[in-house]
C-alpha cells in the first residue's frame, strides 16, 4: 500500500513507522521531524551482508555509505552488525571514531581530500584510503613517510560505464570529477606508480558508477571492466591486486511505480560475473566490497511535518506548505526528486487531491514535490513524507536560519531521540 515496507495504518487510521504511530511521534517529539527506523536499517544491512556469505561465499565487506545518512547512533548500528563504512570527509571520520566504530573497517573517498583529512586518517587507523588523483597518492606518501605508517590504499577508477541515472549523481564516465580515468591510460600508469611506492600498499581497486540505479546490468559491466584491469597489472606488472570495491547506487522505491531489483539479486548476479570472469582470466577471486547508502537508509526513514498555510489557486494549483521545506530535503529543488506524501493523521482515507507541497523557505523553487497525490490536508494536519532517510538529514542546511529537525529512532515498539532538534542558540552559536 505505501513505499516502504515497515508503513501501515493503525485502529484510528493513522499512519505507523515500525509499530509506532507517527501521530504520537509528532504530538510528542514536535514537527519537522525526521524518523529512522532501527528494524529496518538493520534488515536492509543483512539482506547485502546475507548475500555475500550466500553468494560470494563471505568474502567481501557491507560498507555503508554514511553520506546517506550519519550520526552516531547509525554508525554504532552499522557496527553492531558487523558491517563496515564509507566516509568521505572529515566530518564522516570523525563521527565514526566518537561512535567507537572500528576504524580499520573504514573506506575514506573523496576527490579532494585535504592534508588534514589524510593525516586525521592515518592517524586513526583507517583501513582503507581510496587514493582518488596523483597529487593525493604523492600527498599521502609524504604524510605516511612522516607518521611512520604504511596504509593500504584503493584507486578509485573510472570504469566508462553509464548508469543511466540523472546526470548529477553518476559518476562512472570519463567525464567526472571523481578518480582515475580507464580510457585514456592514465588510471594504469597512476598504478604503475603506486606499485613501486614504499610508504603505501595498493591493495584494491574501487568503482562507483553513480546512484539510485535500477538496473543490475551496468554493474556487471562495471565488474568486468575492473577485472580486466587487475588482469593487465597482474600480467604487466606481475602485481596481485587483491580486493575489488564496487561502491554502492542501488535503486529504491520512492514511488509506488517504482520496480527496483531486490537488494539480495545484485550481489547474487554480480557474483556470478565475478567468478566466472576470474576463471577467464586467470585471476583469483578478489575480495568484494559494496557501499550500499541509500538502499540501507532512505526506506527506513520518513519526514514529519505540520500543514500550516494551504492556497486554492484556481485553475492553477493548490499549495499546502509545511513548516520544513528544502532544508531538510533539498533532493526536490535540486534533483526534481518524487517522493510519496501521506497526511498521516487520515492515512486510511483516499487521497482525493493532487497538491504541491510548498516549504517555508523564501525561496519559490523550496517545494517537496508537485502534483502529489493526497489526502485533503488542511492546517494541523500532519504530513507524512516516505523513504527520507538517506540524502535528507545528511544535506540539511540552515538556510534562512532554520533550525535542523531532530532525529528519532524507533525500535520495537520505543522511540527515543539520536540527534536533538538544534536550537536558537545553535543557530548563533559560532556568531562573533
Ligand atoms: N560509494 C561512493 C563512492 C559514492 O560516491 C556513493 C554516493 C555511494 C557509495 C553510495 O551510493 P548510494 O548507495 O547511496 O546510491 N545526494 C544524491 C546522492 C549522491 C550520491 C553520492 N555518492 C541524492 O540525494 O540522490
Known amino acids: 500500500m505505501f513505499v516502504s515496507e515497515n508503513l501501515s495504518v493503525n485502529e484510528n487510521g493513522h499512519l505507523t513507522i515500525g509499530g509506532i504511530d507517527t501521530v504520537s511521534l509528532a504530538e510528542r517529539y514536535g514537527t519537522p521531524l525526521y524518523v529512522m527506523d532501527e528494524q529496518l536499517i538493520r534488515k536492509n544491512l543483512r539482506r547485502f551482508h546475507e548475500s555475500m556469505q550466500k553468494y560470494y561465499d563471505g568474502k567481501g565487506l557491507v560498507c555503508y555509505a554514511s553520506k ?98 540523472h546526470d548529477f549523481v553518476k559518476t562512472g564516465q570519463i567525464d567526472s570529477k571523481f578518480g582515475f580515468a580507464l580510457e585514456t591510460g592514465e588510471a594504469f600508469e597512476a598504478v604503475k606508480e603506486a606499485v613501486s611506492c614504499e610508504n603505501v600498499n595498493l591493495a584494491g581497486l574501487h568503482c562507483h558508477i553513480g546512484s539510485q ?71 583469483a577471486h578478489p575480495f568484494i566490497l559494496i557501499e550500499p547508502g541509500r538502499s540501507i537508509a532512505a526506506p527506513a526513514g520518513i519526514t514529519l511535518y505540520t500543514v500550516g498555510a494551504r492556497k486554492e489557486i484556481p485553475n492553477i494549483r493548490t499549495y499546502v506548505s509545511v513548516d520544513g521545506g528544502m532544508c531538510d530535503n533539498p533532493r526536490y529543488a535540486l534533483y526534481k526528486s518524487e517522493y510519496e506524501a501521506i497526511v498521516a493523521n487520515k492515512a486510511d482515507e483516499e487521497r482525493s487531491e493532487k497538491v504541491t507541497i510548498a516549504g517555508k523557505c523564501c525561496e519559490s523553487g523550496d517545494l517537496i514535490g508537485e502534483n502529489m497525490p493526497l489526502q485533503h490536508a488542511e492546517s494541523g494536519d500532519i504530513i507524512a513524507v516516505c523513504a527520507t532517510g538517506a540524502y535528507n538529514y545528511s544535506m540539511s542546511s540552515n538556510y534562512n536560519r532554520i533550525p535542523k529537525p531532530a532525529v528519532v529512532f524507533v525500535n520495537e515498539g520505543e522511540s527515543r531521540i539520536a540527534v536533538k532538534r538544534e536550537t536558537l542558540d545553535d543557530i548563533i552559536r559560532n556568531d562573533m
Open 213 to 283: 540505479i535500477f538496473d543490475i546490468a551496468p554493474f556487471e559491466e562495471a565488474a568486468r571492466v575492473m577485472l580486466g584491469l587487475i588482469a593487465k597489472i597482474k600480467n604487466e606488472l606481475n602485481y596481485e591486486i587483491k580486493e575489488l570495491n564496487l561502491g554502492g547506487g542501488f535503486g529504491i522505491k520512492y514511488l509506488n511505480e517504482h520496480d527496483p531489483v531486490p537488494f539480495e539479486n545484485y550481489l547474487e548476479r554480480v557474483s556470478k560475473v565475478v567468478k566466472s570472469e576470474c576463471a577467464e582470466l586467470g585471476i
Open 68 to 165: 546517506a545518512f550519519s550520526c552516531l547512533e547509525m554508525c554504532r548500528i552499522v557496527a553492531s552488525e558487523g558491517d563496515g563504512l564509507d566516509a568521505v570527509s572529515i566530518g564522516e571520520l570523525y563521527t565514526a571514531v566518537k561512535a567507537g566504530f572500528p576504524m580499520e573497517k573504514v573506506g575514506f573517498h573523496g576527490n579532494n581530500k585535504t592534508d588534514e583529512e589524510l593525516r586525521f586518517a592515518v592517524e586513526n587507523g583507517v583501513g582503507h584510503i581510496i587514493v582518488d588523483n596523483i597529487s593525493e597518492l604523492h600527498r599521502l606518501e609524504a604524510i605516511a613517510k612522516e607518521t611512520g605508517t604504511k596504509p593500504h590504499i584503493m584507486f578509485r577508477i573510472k570504469p566508462g560505464i553509464d548508469a543511466h541515472t
